[in-house]
């Protein structure tokens, strides 16, 4: 059954933002279970490669045991910083992407993924290296289930060719439609793939000068008292309306600000509103 919920993202855990510590990160974790949120979404890179082994340390300190969570992380981007690398690039051969989900286990400390993303796709993507090592991963019990990250559905149906696809990363919200439009979401529905949001509230606390920023703000005064949320929540609720069932990654460090993104996202929009808003977004009547 295709999972819809909330993600707990760990991006902005590490250095790369708050910078927490042992303490707080456990404390993070037990917190988003008391909210009733278990998945936590992690890359190798977060952190320069470092946020998966401080998580590790966190959740190995913490009251939670590993059963009642689920870990999903990313592979693929060699990054300059944090390793040897001369250049930017993507990597995935086969070896390569076994080594980097040991590598995750390790780091994570423990047995199994509950998901495992290839974090973008590359030019020089070879799908059969890609099922090669996602058989043997599945074999060996290494991973639960497999997806992709900020794959085109094209993309998508070339690696299902080889190995199964169970979830698909992307970049949606109200201020980037993009998946909507272009066969994303609907491939998601049509395949029963997961389909997972990364910065789920787009530009609306990022670029309040941006016109369809100020258009969303205006249309939401109302629709605010109306489903009683604050912006973030409402953003979210349009994310929740879509048929597809999507599940945003939200980054915010804070237990309070997750607790009212949970609150927006179970939030129901009326039919009309979400096209209030979508107006709003589009800065135009829908044809």
Known sequence: MKKHSLVVGTMTWGCWGSALNNNEMANRIEGALELGLNRFDHADIYGDYTTEFEFGAALKQSNVAREDIELITKCGIQMTRGR?????????????????????????????????LLHRPSPLLDTEQVGFAVATLLDQGKIKSFGLSNFLPHQVDSIMRFAPVEANQVQCS??????????????????????????????????????????????????????????????????????????????????????????????????????????????????
């Open 84 to 116: 040897a690398n001369r250049v930017k690039h993507y990597q995935y051969d086969s070896k390569y992407i076994i080594e980097s989900a040991e590598r995750s286990l390790k780091n994570l400390g423990t047995d199994y993924l509950d998901l495992f």
């Open 174 to 287: 109200i201020t980037h439609t993009d998946a909507m439009y272009d066969g994303t979401l609907d491939q998601a529905k049509q395949l029963n793939v997961e389909p997972m949001a990364w910065s789920p509230l787009g530009s609306l606390f990022k670029n309040v000068q941006d016109p369809s920023v100020a258009r969303i703000r205006e249309a939401a005064v109302d629709l605010l008292d109306k489903y009683d949320t604050d912006l973030a929540g409402l953003a979210l609720a349009f994310l929740a309306k879509h048929p597809s069932k999507i599940s945003p990654v939200v980054g915010t460090t804070k237990l309070d600000r997750l607790a009212d993104a949970k609150k927006g996202f179970e939030t129901e929009l009326e039919l009309e509103d979400w096209f209030i808003l979508l107006e709003a977004a589009k800065g135009a009547r829908v044809p």
